[in-house]
C-alpha cells in the first residue's frame, strides 16, 4: 500500500471512530417523496434541467455530462468530449476540476481515448491555480480527484512535477483549511449572485468523488452551509442584500444571476424556468453548472430548503464574513466583514457595513422586492476606484492595476458603474431602515453618488417633504437624500445622483404587510424627517424611523440605536432564527420550528433532531 | 536531491522555464549550449486568470532567430526569474503565480517546489554557494528553505509589512540579502533570521539593485518616489534627481559599470552615469505604459532590451538612440536575460 492508501485507512479508522459519537446521522436526502413532497418537486426540476441541458451545445463538460446522463445526442457529446480534451488552448482551474468530474462520473461510459486524454491533460497543461478564493477550490477541488484517482504515479505524471501522494496532500490541506476558515471566519467572496456557482459546483463534485469519508462528509457538510447561506439571503431566487462581489447586470438585475438558476433548482424559487424568462436576461456564465448539481446525489436537506422558502415572518438576520486576504495596505490579512439582513415574504433590505471589504465588485446594500418584473432592487453606491484598492488584494504594480483590471471588468472605472467599494462609504442598518453616509475624499477620481431606481417601478413621486416614495407592487420604498441631487433617465432606470462629496442617504422600506396603503405608508413616513444639521463638520444623522427605534449615525463613529451603542464585534457568525454561530466555533446551527441540524466542522460531524416547543 | 555546493559560484538572478520542450540549440549542438534571450511574461493584454491559454510563461529567442516562442506554461503568470549555476549544473528557476518552478535539466522537466502556504512568488534569491537555501519573496512576506525546496519557513523578523517585491543576496557577503517590502528595504545579514530597514524615507520598493562592483552601491527603483541610491550600504539615501515622482520598476546597472538606467510608470527610460544621482531622459515612446525590466548585454554594453508593459520588447543596439519592437506585442515582460 503506497502512502496514499495509509493515509485514506486511518480516516477510515478515524471516521468510525466519529460516526460511533453521533447522535444521529443525516440522510442524505429529503424526507419521503410523494408527489408534492419537496424532494418530489426537487426530482423533478432536477429532470426537467437534465433535459433542458441535453438539448443544448454549449462548449463545456455541463452540456456533455446532461447528455450522457439522459442519453441524448451522445454522439455530439463524444465529439465534444474529444475536442474539450484534446484542444491544448483550455486550461486552469475551471477545467480541471469539470475535467476530473466528467471523467469521474462518465467513466463506465468513455473509450478508454478519452480517459487517457483526460489523464495527460493532468500531465502536460497546467492547471493555473489562480488567485482568487474560488480559483482555489476548483483548483485543488480538481488536484484533489485527480490524484485520488491516480494514485501511487511519481512526479514525471504531473503537470506540477509533483507526485501523487504529493498532490494529494496539498490539495487536502488546504481544502481542509479552507473548509475551517469558512465555517468559523467565513468565506472571503460571500454571498456572491454570480460567484456562489463556482464554489458550489466543485464542492458538490467533491461531494460525490471524494473517497475519504471525512473529506466526503466535511465536503457534503460546506455544501449545507453554502447553501444555508444562501437561503437566508433568499427571497424568491433572489440572492438579496449585500455581496462581495457581482457583475452589474445581476446587481441591478437579480434574477438574471447564475445563482438564481440553483435557487430554482433547490429552492424551487422562482417559480417560472428561468431559462425561458427573457425578462430577466439570464445569463449562464460558464455554461450550465447547474447540470452538475442535477447530476449528483446530494439532496439539500429539507430544514435549508424550508429556511429559504419559508416568509411568513419577517426576521433579522446578522453574519460575519471576512474580507478577502490583504496583501499590502493593511493592518490585518482578513478582517471582518458585518452583514445584516432584514427579510419579509416582500422585499429583503441587506447591507454590508460599508469600507473596502472586496476589490473590484463589491455590492454594499440594497432593498431588493417580489417583482413580476426585472430590475426589482434599488440601491446607491459611491463609483469608487484606484489602483491602491487593487494592490491591496494583488501584487500586481498598482499604478497599471486600474487599467488592467478595466480591460476585462469593463467599468472599473467607469463613473457610471453599478459595483464598488469604496472607502467613503458606511452603513447601518436597524430593521427595514438603513442609513448610508459618505465622505467622499477632495481626491478621489469619482466625487459623485449614484442610486439605482428601476423604471420598472410602479411608481416614483418627490415629496415636498424631502423623501422619494417608491412603490414596486405591494413593497413601498422611501428614500430621503441628505443632499441636493438629479435624475438621469438611462435605458432600464433612473439613476439618482447627487455631486457632494459630505453625503447620505435614509431608506425605510414597507409593505402592504406592515403598513397598508402606499398612501398610509407616505403619511407615516412624512411624519418623520432625519436630522443632520451641521452634517458637513459632524457628518451625524439622527432618524426615529416609523417603528419609533431612534437611530444615530456619524461616519467614522458610532452607530447607536436607542441610545445604546452598536457593537459590532459582538455580532455572531450566523445570529438569526434559522441559523444560529458563535464566531470560531466551526458548529452551525440550523433550526426550523422544532426541526434542528447541527453542522460541527470540528468533530465533521452532522447532527439532526427535533426539539420540543417552547 | 542532494545539495550542490558550488566551488565556483555563480548565481545569476535570470532565466526561464518550460515542461516539454528542451533548448534545441543546446541539445543539437551536443557541446557547450548557446546563450539565447529568456523573457518572463507575466500578462496579456486580455487575458483573464482561469481562462483560456494565453501567451504568458517563459518565452526564448535565440541568437540567430526572430521571433519568441513560448517554451513554457502560456497561462502561468510570471513575475521573475533565476538560475544557480556551477560548472556544468544549472538549476533554473521561475517566480510565478502557481509558485517557484524549478528544472534541474536544462527545462525538460519542472517541479513546482512551493504550495499554497506560501501563494505567490513574485521573485527568488538563491545562496550563490549552497544550491540547497533558496529564499522567495511572497506577498506575505520572505520565506526560505534550506533543504532544496522541500519545506519553507517564513523568515520575517524585524519587518513592518509583509509584502516583499524583491530579495537579493548580497554578491559580497552570502549571509546578507536585501528584501523590498511595501514600507522600505530590509537588510538581514543571518540569512533572513532578522531583519532590518534600512529607512530609504519612502515606501514601495518595486525594484533592488546592488553594483556588481560595489557592495555598499545600492539602488531600489520605488512605487510612487522615483528612485533611490546609497552608497554606504543602505545608511544613508538620495533621490535620483531629474526623475519624475513615479513608479519605477526596473533598475539596471549596465555592463560597463558606469551608467545606470531606470524605467517605470508612463516614463520611459533613463540614464544615469554618476551613481545614480542625477538622471537624464534616454528614450520614451507614448505607446509604451511602463517599463518592466531592463537588459544590457553583458558583452556589449550598447545592445540593450527592454520590457514593457504590453508592448513587449524593444531593442537597441546603439545605447538607446533607436529602438525597434522586437516582439511579445500585448505581453508584460517581467524579465529578460541572456543566459545559456
Request: neutral net charge; proline residues 4%.
Given at each position: 500500500?503506497?502512502?496514499?492508501?495509509?493515509?485514506?485507512?486511518?480516516?477510515?479508522?478515524?471516521?468510525?471512530?466519529?460516526?460511533?459519537?453521533?447522535?444521529?446521522?443525516?440522510?442524505?436526502?429529503?424526507?419521503?417523496?410523494?408527489?408534492?413532497?419537496?424532494?418530489?418537486?426537487?426530482?423533478?426540476?432536477?429532470?426537467?434541467?437534465?433535459?433542458?441541458?441535453?438539448?443544448?451545445?454549449?462548449?463545456?463538460?455541463?452540456?456533455?455530462?446532461?447528455?450522457?446522463?439522459?442519453?441524448?445526442?451522445?454522439?455530439?457529446?463524444?465529439?465534444?468530449?474529444?475536442?474539450?480534451?484534446?484542444?491544448?488552448?483550455?486550461?486552469?482551474?475551471?477545467?480541471?476540476?469539470?475535467?476530473?468530474?466528467?471523467?469521474?462520473?462518465?467513466?463506465?461510459?468513455?473509450?478508454?481515448?478519452?480517459?487517457?486524454?483526460?489523464?495527460?491533460?493532468?500531465?502536460?497543461?497546467?492547471?493555473?491555480?489562480?488567485?482568487?478564493?474560488?480559483?482555489?477550490?476548483?483548483?485543488?477541488?480538481?488536484?484533489?480527484?485527480?490524484?485520488?484517482?491516480?494514485?501511487?504515479?511519481?512526479?514525471?505524471?504531473?503537470?506540477?512535477?509533483?507526485?501523487?501522494?504529493?498532490?494529494?496532500?496539498?490539495?487536502?490541506?488546504?481544502?481542509?483549511?479552507?473548509?475551517?476558515?469558512?465555517?468559523?471566519?467565513?468565506?472571503?467572496?460571500?454571498?456572491?449572485?454570480?460567484?456562489?456557482?463556482?464554489?458550489?459546483?466543485?464542492?458538490?463534485?467533491?461531494?460525490?468523488?471524494?473517497?475519504?469519508?471525512?473529506?466526503?462528509?466535511?465536503?457534503?457538510?460546506?455544501?449545507?452551509?453554502?447553501?444555508?447561506?444562501?437561503?437566508?439571503?433568499?427571497?424568491?431566487?433572489?440572492?438579496?442584500?449585500?455581496?462581495?462581489?457581482?457583475?452589474?447586470?445581476?446587481?441591478?438585475?437579480?434574477?438574471?444571476?447564475?445563482?438564481?438558476?440553483?435557487?430554482?433548482?433547490?429552492?424551487?424559487?422562482?417559480?417560472?424556468?428561468?431559462?425561458?424568462?427573457?425578462?430577466?436576461?439570464?445569463?449562464?456564465?460558464?455554461?450550465?453548472?447547474?447540470?452538475?448539481?442535477?447530476?449528483?446525489?446530494?439532496?439539500?436537506?429539507?430544514?435549508?430548503?424550508?429556511?429559504?422558502?419559508?416568509?411568513?415572518?419577517?426576521?433579522?438576520?446578522?453574519?460575519?464574513?471576512?474580507?478577502?486576504?490583504?496583501?499590502r495596505?493593511?493592518?490585518?490579512?482578513?478582517?471582518?466583514?458585518?452583514?445584516?439582513?432584514?427579510?419579509?415574504?416582500?422585499?429583503?433590505?441587506?447591507?454590508?457595513?460599508?469600507?473596502?471589504?472586496?476589490?473590484?465588485?463589491?455590492?454594499?446594500?440594497?432593498?431588493?422586492?417580489?417583482?413580476?418584473?426585472?430590475?426589482?432592487?434599488?440601491?446607491?453606491?459611491?463609483?469608487?476606484?484606484s489602483g491602491k484598492?487593487?494592490a491591496?488584494?494583488?501584487?500586481e504594480e498598482q499604478k497599471f492595476l486600474s487599467d488592467?483590471?478595466?480591460?476585462?471588468?469593463?467599468?472599473?472605472?467607469?463613473?457610471?458603474?453599478?459595483?464598488?467599494?469604496?472607502?467613503?462609504?458606511?452603513?447601518?442598518?436597524?430593521?427595514?431602515?438603513?442609513?448610508?453616509?459618505?465622505?467622499?475624499?477632495?481626491d478621489?477620481?469619482?466625487?459623485?453618488?449614484?442610486?439605482?431606481?428601476?423604471?420598472?417601478?410602479?411608481?416614483?413621486?418627490?415629496?415636498?417633504?424631502?423623501?422619494?416614495?417608491?412603490?414596486?407592487?405591494?413593497?413601498?420604498?422611501?428614500?430621503?437624500?441628505?443632499?441636493?441631487?438629479?435624475?438621469?433617465?438611462?435605458?432600464?432606470?433612473?439613476?439618482?445622483?447627487?455631486?457632494?462629496?459630505?453625503?447620505?442617504?435614509?431608506?425605510?422600506?414597507?409593505?402592504?404587510?406592515?403598513?397598508?396603503?402606499?398612501?398610509?405608508?407616505?403619511?407615516?413616513?412624512?411624519?418623520?424627517?432625519?436630522?443632520?444639521?451641521?452634517?458637513?463638520?459632524?457628518?451625524?444623522?439622527?432618524?426615529?424611523?416609523?417603528?419609533?427605534?431612534?437611530?444615530?449615525?456619524?461616519?467614522?463613529?458610532?452607530?447607536?440605536?436607542?441610545?445604546?451603542?452598536?457593537?459590532?464585534?459582538?455580532?455572531?457568525?450566523?445570529?438569526?432564527?434559522?441559523?444560529?454561530?458563535?464566531?470560531?466555533?466551526?458548529?452551525?446551527?440550523?433550526?426550523?420550528?422544532?426541526?434542528?441540524?447541527?453542522?460541527?466542522?470540528?468533530?465533521?460531524?452532522?447532527?439532526?433532531?427535533?426539539?420540543?416547543?417552547? | 536531491?542532494?545539495?550542490?555546493?558550488?566551488?565556483?559560484?555563480?548565481?545569476?538572478?535570470?532565466?526561464?522555464?518550460?515542461?516539454?520542450?528542451?533548448?534545441?540549440?543546446?541539445?543539437?549542438?551536443?557541446?557547450?549550449?548557446?546563450?539565447?534571450?529568456?523573457?518572463?511574461?507575466?500578462?496579456?493584454?486580455?487575458?483573464?486568470?482561469?481562462?483560456?491559454?494565453?501567451?504568458?510563461?517563459?518565452?526564448?529567442?535565440?541568437?540567430?532567430?526572430?521571433?519568441?516562442?513560448?517554451?513554457?506554461?502560456?497561462?502561468?503568470?510570471?513575475?521573475?526569474?533565476?538560475?544557480?549555476?556551477?560548472?556544468?549544473?544549472?538549476?533554473?528557476?521561475?517566480?510565478?503565480?502557481?509558485?517557484?518552478?524549478?528544472?534541474?535539466?536544462?527545462?525538460?522537466?519542472?517541479?513546482?517546489?512551493?504550495?499554497?502556504?506560501?501563494?505567490?512568488?513574485?521573485s527568488?534569491?538563491?545562496?550563490?554557494?549552497?544550491?540547497?537555501?533558496?529564499?522567495?519573496?511572497?506577498?506575505?512576506?520572505?520565506?526560505?528553505?534550506?533543504?532544496?525546496?522541500?519545506?519553507?519557513?517564513?523568515?520575517?523578523?524585524?519587518?513592518?509589512?509583509?509584502?516583499?517585491r524583491k530579495?537579493i543576496?548580497?554578491?559580497?557577503?552570502?549571509?546578507?540579502?536585501f528584501a523590498g517590502a511595501e514600507d522600505d528595504l530590509y537588510?538581514?545579514?543571518?540569512?533572513?533570521?532578522?531583519?532590518?530597514p534600512l529607512h530609504v524615507g519612502v515606501p514601495g520598493m518595486e525594484a533592488v539593485v546592488q553594483h556588481p562592483a560595489d557592495?555598499k552601491h545600492l539602488l531600489v527603483g520605488t512605487s510612487d518616489d522615483g528612485v533611490r541610491v546609497s552608497v554606504d550600504g543602505g545608511k544613508s539615501w538620495k533621490e535620483g534627481k531629474g526623475l519624475p515622482n513615479t513608479a519605477f520598476y526596473a533598475v539596471c546597472v549596465s555592463s560597463d559599470k558606469q551608467t545606470i538606467y531606470a524605467g517605470g510608470y508612463q516614463t520611459g527610460l533613463w540614464k544615469s552615469r554618476d551613481r545614480g544621482f542625477s538622471w537624464s531622459l534616454l528614450w520614451q515612446d507614448p505607446e509604451i505604459e511602463a517599463v518592466y525590466a531592463i537588459f544590457v548585454?553583458?558583452?556589449?554594453p550598447r545592445?540593450m532590451m527592454v520590457g514593457t508593459s504590453g508592448q513587449?520588447i524593444y531593442?537597441s543596439?546603439?545605447g538607446g538612440k533607436?529602438w525597434?519592437?522586437?516582439?511579445?506585442?500585448?505581453?508584460h515582460v517581467k524579465q529578460i536575460?541572456?543566459?545559456?
Amino acid at each position: 500500500m503506497g502512502a496514499l492508501g495509509a493515509l485514506r485507512t486511518s480516516k477510515v479508522i478515524r471516521f468510525s471512530l466519529c460516526v460511533l459519537a453521533l447522535t444521529c446521522l443525516s440522510a442524505r436526502s429529503l424526507p419521503a417523496q410523494d408527489g408534492s413532497s419537496p424532494a418530489a418537486q426537487f426530482e423533478q426540476r432536477r429532470q426537467r434541467l437534465l433535459d433542458v441541458v441535453s438539448q443544448e451545445r454549449d462548449r463545456g463538460f455541463f452540456t456533455v455530462t446532461a447528455k450522457f446522463i439522459t442519453g441524448r445526442d451522445t454522439e455530439w457529446a463524444m465529439a465534444m468530449l474529444d475536442s474539450l480534451t484534446t484542444d491544448e488552448s483550455i486550461g486552469g482551474m475551471f477545467y480541471s476540476y469539470t475535467a476530473i468530474g466528467t471523467y469521474l462520473r462518465l467513466k463506465d461510459q468513455l473509450p478508454d481515448s478519452i480517459k487517457r486524454k483526460i489523464r495527460r491533460a493532468f500531465r502536460e497543461r497546467t492547471m493555473y491555480r489562480g488567485d482568487t478564493e474560488n480559483h482555489w477550490v476548483m483548483y485543488y477541488t480538481g488536484l484533489y480527484l485527480a490524484a485520488q484517482t491516480w494514485p501511487n504515479e511519481d512526479r514525471s505524471q504531473w503537470f506540477n512535477g509533483k507526485s501523487s501522494t504529493e498532490n494529494f496532500k496539498e490539495a487536502e490541506a488546504w481544502l481542509n483549511r479552507w473548509m475551517n476558515i469558512t465555517s468559523t471566519i467565513g468565506q472571503g467572496e460571500f454571498d456572491s449572485p454570480t460567484y456562489f456557482i463556482v464554489f458550489m459546483t466543485p464542492m458538490l463534485t467533491l461531494d460525490e468523488y471524494a473517497k475519504d469519508p471525512v473529506m466526503k462528509r466535511k465536503t457534503q457538510m460546506m455544501v449545507d452551509l453554502l447553501f444555508a447561506d444562501y437561503a437566508v439571503d433568499h427571497l424568491g431566487g433572489n440572492y438579496s442584500g449585500g455581496h462581495a462581489r457581482d457583475y452589474p447586470e445581476d446587481i441591478i438585475n437579480p434574477l438574471s444571476a447564475p445563482a438564481a438558476l440553483w435557487a430554482w433548482l433547490y429552492f424551487g424559487e422562482p417559480k417560472s424556468e428561468l431559462w425561458g424568462e427573457t425578462r430577466y436576461h439570464p445569463r449562464y456564465r460558464g455554461g450550465w453548472e447547474t447540470a452538475f448539481g442535477a447530476a449528483s446525489s446530494y439532496r439539500l436537506p429539507e430544514i435549508i430548503y424550508r429556511i429559504a422558502t419559508d416568509r411568513s415572518k419577517p426576521y433579522i438576520h446578522t453574519e460575519t464574513k471576512r474580507v478577502r486576504n490583504i496583501i499590502r495596505f493593511g493592518l490585518e490579512k482578513n478582517p471582518p466583514v458585518y452583514k445584516y439582513m432584514y427579510m419579509t415574504r416582500s422585499y429583503a433590505l441587506g447591507s454590508l457595513h460599508g469600507g473596502i471589504l472586496q476589490p473590484i465588485q463589491q455590492h454594499t446594500w440594497d432593498v431588493t422586492y417580489i417583482s413580476e418584473k426585472s430590475n426589482n432592487t434599488i440601491f446607491t453606491l459611491h463609483p469608487f476606484y484606484s489602483g491602491k484598492e487593487l494592490a491591496m488584494f494583488f501584487p500586481e504594480e498598482q499604478k497599471f492595476l486600474s487599467d488592467e483590471v478595466n480591460r476585462y471588468h469593463l467599468v472599473y472605472t467607469d463613473p457610471n458603474k453599478w459595483n464598488s467599494s469604496s472607502p467613503y462609504e458606511q452603513t447601518f442598518q436597524h430593521k427595514n431602515t438603513i442609513i448610508v453616509l459618505y465622505n467622499i475624499d477632495k481626491d478621489a477620481k469619482q466625487s459623485h453618488v449614484d442610486g439605482f431606481f428601476p423604471k420598472t417601478l410602479d411608481e416614483r413621486i418627490e415629496h415636498n417633504s424631502g423623501w422619494v416614495f417608491c412603490r414596486a407592487g405591494s413593497v413601498y420604498v422611501a428614500f430621503f437624500p441628505l443632499k441636493p441631487y438629479e435624475w438621469i433617465e438611462e435605458k432600464v432606470n433612473w439613476r439618482w445622483r447627487s455631486s457632494v462629496v459630505k453625503n447620505g442617504v435614509v431608506t425605510e422600506v414597507g409593505s402592504s404587510d406592515e403598513d397598508g396603503s402606499f398612501e398610509e405608508f407616505q403619511r407615516r413616513i412624512a411624519k418623520s424627517k432625519p436630522a443632520f444639521n451641521d452634517f458637513d463638520k459632524t457628518l451625524t444623522v439622527h432618524y426615529q424611523t416609523r417603528g419609533g427605534d431612534k437611530m444615530k449615525f456619524t461616519f467614522g463613529g458610532d452607530r447607536t440605536l436607542n441610545g445604546k451603542t452598536v457593537d459590532f464585534r459582538t455580532y455572531k457568525f450566523f445570529n438569526g432564527p434559522f441559523i444560529q454561530s458563535e464566531r470560531g466555533s466551526g458548529i452551525v446551527k440550523m433550526t426550523y420550528e422544532n426541526q434542528v441540524r447541527e453542522l460541527d466542522f470540528k468533530k465533521v460531524t452532522i447532527k439532526e433532531w427535533r426539539q420540543s416547543k417552547q | 536531491m542532494a545539495t550542490i555546493k558550488a566551488i565556483v559560484p555563480v548565481v545569476l538572478v535570470l532565466v526561464f522555464g518550460g515542461t516539454a520542450p528542451p533548448d534545441s540549440d543546446a541539445e543539437n549542438r551536443g557541446g557547450e549550449p548557446q546563450n539565447s534571450y529568456y523573457a518572463a511574461v507575466f500578462l496579456n493584454r486580455g487575458h483573464v486568470s482561469g481562462g483560456g491559454i494565453s501567451n504568458l510563461g517563459l518565452f526564448r529567442r535565440g541568437l540567430g532567430d526572430t521571433a519568441w516562442s513560448n517554451i513554457y506554461r502560456r497561462n502561468l503568470f510570471t513575475f521573475g526569474l533565476g538560475l544557480w549555476k556551477s560548472g556544468s549544473t544549472t538549476r533554473q528557476y521561475i517566480a510565478a503565480g502557481n509558485g517557484l518552478h524549478r528544472s534541474d535539466d536544462g527545462r525538460k522537466t519542472w517541479r513546482v517546489l512551493t504550495d499554497w502556504r506560501t501563494e505567490e512568488v513574485l521573485s527568488v534569491a538563491l545562496d550563490p554557494v549552497d544550491s540547497a537555501v533558496i529564499y522567495i519573496g511572497t506577498p506575505f512576506g520572505v520565506f526560505r528553505s534550506t533543504d532544496d525546496g522541500a519545506r519553507w519557513q517564513k523568515k520575517m523578523s524585524g519587518m513592518n509589512s509583509w509584502f516583499v517585491r524583491k530579495v537579493i543576496v548580497d554578491w559580497s557577503n552570502r549571509s546578507a540579502l536585501f528584501a523590498g517590502a511595501e514600507d522600505d528595504l530590509y537588510r538581514t545579514t543571518d540569512k533572513g533570521e532578522h531583519w532590518t530597514p534600512l529607512h530609504v524615507g519612502v515606501p514601495g520598493m518595486e525594484a533592488v539593485v546592488q553594483h556588481p562592483a560595489d557592495p555598499k552601491h545600492l539602488l531600489v527603483g520605488t512605487s510612487d518616489d522615483g528612485v533611490r541610491v546609497s552608497v554606504d550600504g543602505g545608511k544613508s539615501w538620495k533621490e535620483g534627481k531629474g526623475l519624475p515622482n513615479t513608479a519605477f520598476y526596473a533598475v539596471c546597472v549596465s555592463s560597463d559599470k558606469q551608467t545606470i538606467y531606470a524605467g517605470g510608470y508612463q516614463t520611459g527610460l533613463w540614464k544615469s552615469r554618476d551613481r545614480g544621482f542625477s538622471w537624464s531622459l534616454l528614450w520614451q515612446d507614448p505607446e509604451i505604459e511602463a517599463v518592466y525590466a531592463i537588459f544590457v548585454h553583458p558583452d556589449d554594453p550598447r545592445h540593450m532590451m527592454v520590457g514593457t508593459s504590453g508592448q513587449g520588447i524593444y531593442e537597441s543596439r546603439d545605447g538607446g538612440k533607436i529602438w525597434s519592437n522586437i516582439g511579445l506585442k500585448g505581453c508584460h515582460v517581467k524579465q529578460i536575460e541572456l543566459y545559456p
